[in-house]
């Protein structure tokens, strides 16, 4: 069950423009050279600028001026000066003697506006509100909740959860029971629940990559919701593909996690346990062999002693005969 609350309203700022950029296209080919010899004021280093620079007082508004015969102009007030600034741009040209011809009329391709935004006062300070992570609770515990992505990671369960954004931001409940998924890895020396480690990996096809709230990597193509071919679409474009990416760097971050901290960790306990038991075998037979040596010893001595004996009882009696004689 988790809560969580939506983000404050903001009221409708008031816009001023700042600057009006526009394009338009009067030659195929210009000579700045010239140009720049000729009208004055004209600033033109290809070195430093591949164009013609024009600063114009009234209205106040510069030009760029380019070889192919293309026209920026930038630094209007408003979309109103377009007009009057082309008109005395076109007759600084036509005055130093270049030949125009007018291909398109003149477009407005950028307007930059600031504004003041009011915003009701938030978690993060009286000027900005970013919203709030829900509070989620997996089997009575609190998971990690980052907005509404929920991780919970025990000893039975490792568990992420994507939430919708309706079911993120109200008050609710449900319920669900896995019941297959994963690997088992039997790391222990005995088959029991303390050697046991699990471990889930999410699918990773294009239906799954993204989020509830953009959309998924299957959407991006022709036909899809969010098809990359509609300009309008770029910036949840962009979001599911980064979301695509923390994804798949979570979930590499996992096996190596696995793979390092767990797994190769044990498979070194295990590899140093058994050094140990090949030591101690070693051990036991280098014992063993010494106790043979000695009872073979041992068993040469009696053999040399028996045989000693056996031959001073045989000389006894020839002593005696000799004796006799």
Do not use: W
């Not at 983000?7 to 195929?28: E, F, G, H, K, W």
């Not at 080919?29 to 140009?35: A, G, T």
């Not at 089997?139 to 025990?154: D, E, F, P």
């Not at 990996?201 to 959407?219: E, K, Q, R, V, Y």
Request: net charge negative; charged share 15%.
């Amino acid at each position: 069950m988790y809560t969580s609350e939506p983000m404050s309203d903001a009221t409708s700022p008031a816009l001023r423009i700042q600057n009006v950029v526009a394009t338009v296209r009067v030659a195929t080919v210009l000579n700045l050279d010239e140009l720049a010899k000729r009208i004055p004021g004209a600033e033109y280093d290809k070195k430093k600028f591949p164009g013609l620079v024009l600063r114009l007082s009234s209205p106040k508004v510069a030009a760029l001026v380019f070889t192919p015969g293309k026209i920026v102009l930038t630094g209007m007030p408003h979309p109103d000066v377009l007009p009057a600034a082309f008109s005395c741009v076109l007759e600084a040209l036509r005055t130093a003697g270049a030949e125009i011809e007018l291909f398109d009329p003149p477009r407005v391709v950028n307007i930059v506006s600031s504004g003041t935004f009011g915003v009701n006062p938030g978690d993060q300070g009286d000027n900005e509100d970013r919203g709030r992570d829900a509070g989620v609770l997996i089997n009575g515990q609190s998971a990690n909740v980052k907005g509404l992505i929920a991780r919970i990671r025990t000893s039975g369960l490792d568990l992420v959860a994507d939430l919708s954004t309706d079911f993120g931001t109200t008050l609710s409940s449900s319920t669900f029971r896995i019941t297959g998924g994963g690997a088992n890895f039997q790391i222990g020396p005995q088959v029991n629940s303390d050697g046991l480690l699990s471990i889930g990996i999410p699918s990773i096809t294009t239906s799954n990559l993204g989020d509830s709230s953009n959309g998924f990597l299957n959407s991006l193509g022709s036909g899809g919701d969010t098809r990359i071919t509609d300009t309008n679409n770029h910036p949840t474009a962009a979001a599911i593909v980064q979301s695509a990416i923390e994804q798949i760097a979570t979930l590499s971050g996992r096996l190596g996690g696995f793979q390092a901290n767990q797994v190769e960790t044990n498979l070194n306990s295990v590899r140093v346990a058994l050094e140990n038991v090949q030591a101690s075998e070693s051990t036991i037979r280098d014992t063993d062999y010494a106790v043979e040596v000695a009872n073979l010893t041992r068993a040469q001595i009696l053999v040399q002693s028996t045989t000693q004996i056996l031959g001073l009882a045989n000389q006894l009696p020839q002593n005696v005969l000799s004796l006799l004689r």
